[in-house]
């Protein structure tokens, strides 16, 4: 006699929900471990990117015995034919170190002889490629992009006329008044008398706190007495969250940022719920919007004047962080970041 097939007995709904909530609860536990792997991966590749930045400031330094400044002439006694940081503008230094940084060919179709000023706009700014008639400004570069950053896009123009630049040259711990109208003084800076020219506005050593000033200065190694290791040459920077940051990686007044504000102080950027209020949390607020952040948690990455790259938590004892801005304040800052 044949056998009978097995008989074959279905799922019952109360197997189908466990088997559900099992498997919720596996995506539920995966989901965190796959997010953090992700904000790892990007958060190195933010760091990847500054450590290119900091190579790009040795080559130039190598090649110039300087590091790359922001504008060109301060003033017309600086150029001695009467243009000045605002009409004679050759850009930020990132426009410096295009060719650093594998740019070249952009660089090239520059005219870094052009001095006019047209319509509010210095005329270098306003340049356009011949090549694909987009304006430079337009041009995103990604290794200006931090890939945790939230930006809509690459291209990102939070403010409709300017690619993005999540970082910024260091003025340290520099005088930074706030608009008298903002109702916050908290982080002035300045605290070892070295950088006492409101904003980094000059174009001299004397008054400047950190490797960069605002105006058209910068500094040699030499001017780095605390030594290069010790002393912050760029930092992260969220754009949306500053004032002057909105004008992007080419334009000569954009990145001038300070240590006076503490890392990630928390900001009402642009069309942000609060945005339009005052105080410290402003976005105009100069001395905490002007001020080093990212999106990684509990901190910011930073490229040192050797070239290294350093993740500064954002709990830093704040006069160690001064000192860390500063480059020749003298002190010794002691054991921080991830060293």
Aim: proline content about 4%.
């Amino acid at each position: 006699m044949s056998k009978s097939p097995r008989s074959r007995r279905a799922f019952t709904l109360v197997e189908l929900l466990v088997v559900i909530a099992i498997i919720g609860i596996l995506v539920a536990m995966l989901l965190p471990a796959l997010q953090a792997a992700r904000a790892a991966a990007r958060k190195a590749q933010c760091s990847n990117h500054l450590k290119q930045i900091g190579i790009a400031l040795q080559n130039y330094h190598e090649t110039f015995n300087m590091l790359p400044m922001n504008g060109n002439y301060f003033w017309g006694h600086q150029s001695h034919n009467g243009w000045t940081w605002y009409t004679a503008s050759h850009g930020s230094i990132f426009v410096k170190l295009l060719p650093q940084m594998e740019y070249g060919t952009m660089w090239d179709k520059m005219n870094m002889r052009q001095f006019c000023w047209v319509n509010g706009q210095a005329c270098f700014e306003e340049q356009i490629d011949p090549d694909t008639g987009k304006q430079f400004r337009t041009m995103y570069i990604p290794t200006l992009l931090c890939p945790a950053a939230n930006h809509p896009g690459p291209e990102d123009d939070i403010w409709g006329h300017s690619a993005a630049c999540d970082y910024a040259p260091s003025l340290g711990s520099q005088a930074t008044p706030a608009p008298g109208w903002m109702y916050c003084n908290l982080y002035y800076g300045n605290f070892f008398g070295g950088g006492f020219w409101g904003h980094g506005n000059w174009f001299k050593s004397e008054g400047i706190s950190g490797c960069f000033a605002r105006g058209s200065w910068a500094a040699r190694f030499r001017d780095i007495t605390d030594g290069t290791s010790n002393t912050i040459a760029i930092g992260e920077i969220l754009p949306h969250k500053m004032d002057h940051g909105r004008n992007g990686w080419l334009h000569f007044n954009s990145l001038w940022v300070s240590t006076a504000g503490p890392i990630n102080f928390p900001v009402f950027g642009w069309q942000e719920r609060g945005y339009w209020g005052r105080g410290c949390n402003n976005w105009q607020n100069w001395q905490t919007s002007q001020g080093f952040k990212s999106t990684h948690r509990g901190g910011a990455q930073f490229a040192m004047a050797d070239g290294s790259t350093q993740f500064i938590t954002d709990d830093i004892d704040y006069m160690t962080y001064q000192r860390l801005g500063d480059r020749h304040d003298g002190e010794a800052v002691g054991r921080w970041g991830n060293k």
